[in-house]
Every structure is written in C-alpha cells, then in structure tokens.
T-cell receptor, first 117, second 114 residues
C-alpha cells in the first residue's frame, strides 16, 4: 500500500506555544487529507477535511482558529495547534485519500503524539 | 448516542481460536464499511473494505455486513499472537458532503495468547 508519513512523531511543548504537524503522502498524490484526534483508549474523531488549494472544512465543535490546516500541495498538509493547552494533548493522525477516491485508497499516517505541559 | 458502537474489550483468545468482532450503527446512510487494525501508538491499517451488504473474505479474515440489522462483523480464523492489536470498525455515507469521512467505533483490543 501507499505510504503516509507524519512529522514529528512525538512533540512536547509548553502551554501557550504553537506546534506544527506535517502529513505527507510519499508515493501518491492526495487531493484530500483528513485530520483525526485520538484520546487514550478512545476512537479516532475526525477534526477536519483538508483539500489541496482550498480552505479546510472543520467538523462541528472543532475551533478552526485553534487548529490551522494548510494543504498547499498534493503531497503535504499541515496542522498547526495554536496556543496549545494541556487539554490539546492527544494523538493526532492524518489520512490521505488517493486521487482515485476509493475508500480502499485511504491511507493513514503513523500519528503524532502531542504533549502540552 | 454514538453513531457507531463497538465493545472496547479487551477480548482475550488462545492462539488458533476464531476472533469475532462486531459493531452496530445507527445511521442508515452508511454504505461503506471498513475494518482497521491499529497497533499501539501507530496509525490504523486497512484490513477489509466492504460496500453495502454481504460477505467478503480475504485470507484468514471475513467481513460481514447486515444493513437490515445495522450490524457488521469481522472474523479472524486461526488467530496468531501477532494479531494482538486494537481493531477499529469504520463506516461512511455515500454523499458528497461525507465522502471520505470515516466514523469510527471505539476499537476492540484483542489479545491472542500463545
């Protein structure tokens, strides 16, 4: 299957700082990427849909000014957690949908564990 | 009420046994049904993908979808210790607004003991 990478894999930051997480599709182009958040022993919750060249669409309850998403190319989407607080500590996972658009072409990254002190 | 319900387990089985996992859902618009495997601190990996109702088999894995009961299942035959992981069901509706968006179950932790 195709490969999606995330960087960094783990980040620890102080409260009030901003953190950027990158999601890259390494061997395919992805017009659509998704960002999920997963709390310990809980399921993945969709945060937003990122479309190349356009504004992200956010799920209900997700603050767009806090979680900034940029999808500047067909292989890269970034999630910036602005003014992070301890309650933002979580496992952030992206997925990339291949240009064929089929569900069996949606590949997940390995995740980024964010800890806010 | 959550759209997708899945027993979080843990489910412990001896090596060689059949693992039986299931999810129920409430949204009748769901048409795409997936099962993912997730190892600790890793991203989910797609195991099975089914459109609408029916059965699908791939090696030791069998996925079943019963849309009339809003119930999906995953069976793992001849389970191995390497199958120990969290198994997540996911589903999506076939609408323009929801294309690609997955609703996940809570995940069932499976432990296969040697």
């Amino acid at each position: 299957g195709a490969v999606v990478s995330q960087h960094p894999s783990r980040v620890i930051c102080k409260s009030g700082t901003s953190v950027k997480i990158e999601c890259r599709s390494l061997d395919f182009q992805a017009t659509t990427m998704f960002w999920y958040r997963q709390f310990p022993k809980q399921s993945l919750m969709l945060m937003a849909t990122s479309n190349e060249g356009s504004k992200a669409t956010y799920e209900q309850g997700v603050e767009k000014d806090k979680f900034l998403i940029n999808h500047a190319s067909l292989t890269l989407s970034t999630l910036t957690v602005t003014s992070a607080h301890p309650e933002d500590s979580s496992f952030y996972i992206c997925s990339a949908l291949g240009t064929g658009g089929s569900y069996n072409e949606q590949f997940f990254g390995p995740g980024t564990r964010l800890t806010v002190l | 009420q959550k759209e997708v319900e899945q027993d979080p387990g843990p489910l412990s089985v001896p090596e060689g046994a059949i693992v039986s996992l299931n999810c129920t859902y409430s949204n009748s618009a769901f048409q795409y049904f997936m099962w993912y495997r997730q190892y600790s601190r890793k991203g989910p990996e797609l195991l099975m993908y089914t459109y609408s109702s029916g059965n699908k088999e791939d090696g030791r894995f069998t996925a079943q979808v019963d849309k009339s009961s809003k119930y999906i299942s995953l069976f793992i035959r001849d389970s191995q210790p390497s199958d120990s992981a969290t198994y997540l069901c996911a589903m999506s509706a076939e609408t323009t607004d929801s294309w690609g968006k997955l609703q996940f179950g809570a995940g069932t932790q499976v432990v296969v003991t040697p």
